[in-house]
């Protein structure tokens, strides 16, 4: 039991790092695409652009509801890295250590 607990973690986790870099790579093509650095006409990039914002969006949206831009800049990524750093970091080995406890682990 403690092995799937430890791998459902693992899992979480591994899942939580895609959505940072998704977010990471979507805010880099934006600003490569708003510095006119590349072109969403090609088919490629537009490809890629809508997939993470297809992947992003729905994590992003709630917070760009509530959070305003800065000067125009969108902030809610860096609130968005920043929550899923510390759940990551924090939240899930300590949810996990909780769960393999209860079960009889260590």
């Known amino acids: 039991m403690i092995a799937l607990i430890t791998f459902v973690f693992f ?3 591994a899942l939580l790092s895609l959505l940072w870099w998704a977010i ?3 805010a880099v093509l934006s600003w ?3 510095f006119d650095i590349i072109n969403l006409r ?3 990039v537009y490809q890629i652009s809508t997939f993470l914002d297809r992947v992003t969006g729905p ?3 709630p917070f760009q509801r509530i959070i305003p831009p800065l000067g125009g800049v969108d902030i809610s990524p860096i ?3 920043l929550i ?3 759940v ?5 080995p300590a949810l996990r250590d909780t769960l393999i406890r209860l079960v009889g682990g260590y």
């Open 24 to 26: 990471i790579i979507s």
């Open 84 to 86: 899923i750093t510390g």
């Open 11 to 13: 899992i979480i986790g």
């Open 79 to 81: 609130v968005v890295l």
């Open 88 to 92: 990551r970091a924090i939240l899930l």
């Open 32 to 34: 490569l695409v708003a």
């Open 42 to 44: 090609n088919r490629a």
């Open 59 to 61: 994590v992003l949206r």
